[in-house]
């Protein structure tokens, strides 16, 4: 009876956790949306980590990219409508949007899933990445990178998300920062690169501080 009972417990876990997992990364954002999670809504922000069951509501200035880890699936929404995230896919809630959908690469979605948490917890952040492969050495991170640019379109910044997560990975602080700054001075009203510049401040700061 009690190894049953610490069996069911141990799956309820299980899926529990399963469902809190975080199965998506926010890889662009352009006008409005709100991010309705279990028990919150706030306004939704680019480079956020989504959940299953989380609902993203979009005005109809909208555009909204985002990549689910299994599977690479790479949605753009644009316009108003009402999505719930799901485990690989996101389901359409309300009104009559369709996606543009394209696969990304394995290599790239891996590294994409390591962009630091937006919440800021550094040490929960260094525990997943501690538990996934590492993304590779210096020279292969960027030999990958300049094929992934070569192949994308001028304003996709897939690449360069590689490339940041990548050298925070390796803990190359002084070229992650150096890679930021030259991206800000081409862009430098860019509120994308702006919230994508203070996240790895931030990150970088709670890292060297974890360290000490």
């Not at 590689?162 to 925070?168: A, C, K, T």
Request: aromatic content about 6%; proline content about 4%.
């Amino acid at each position: 009876m009690m190894r049953s009972v610490a069996c069911w417990l141990g799956l309820f876990l299980l899926s529990a956790t399963a469902w809190g997992a975080e199965v998506g990364l926010v890889t662009a954002l352009s006008g409005k949306a709100m991010l309705q999670e279990e028990k919150a809504a706030a306004e939704l922000r680019p480079f956020v980590k989504l959940r299953p069951g989380d609902r993203l509501v979009l005005e109809a200035a909208t555009r909204l990219q985002l990549v689910y880890f299994e599977g690479g699936r790479q949605e753009t929404w644009q316009g108003a409508g009402q999505l719930e995230v799901g485990g690989a896919a996101s389901k359409l809630l309300k009104g009559g949007l369709q996606p543009e959908v394209k696969t990304l690469p394995a290599i790239l979605v891996k590294q994409l899933s390591k962009t630091p948490s937006a919440d800021g917890n550094v040490k929960a952040g260094m525990v997943r990445m501690r538990s996934m492969p590492s993304g590779g050495t210096l020279e292969s991170i960027e030999r990958n990178y300049a094929d992934l640019r070569q192949k994308a379109d001028p304003g996709d910044r897939n690449p360069e998300l590689y490339l940041l997560s990548g050298y925070f990975e390796l803990r190359e602080y002084e070229r992650l920062e150096r890679l930021l700054a030259q991206l800000g001075e081409k862009a430098p009203n860019d509120l994308e690169l702006r919230t994508l510049k203070a996240l790895y401040a931030r990150a970088i700061n709670n890292a060297r501080t974890a360290t000490r």
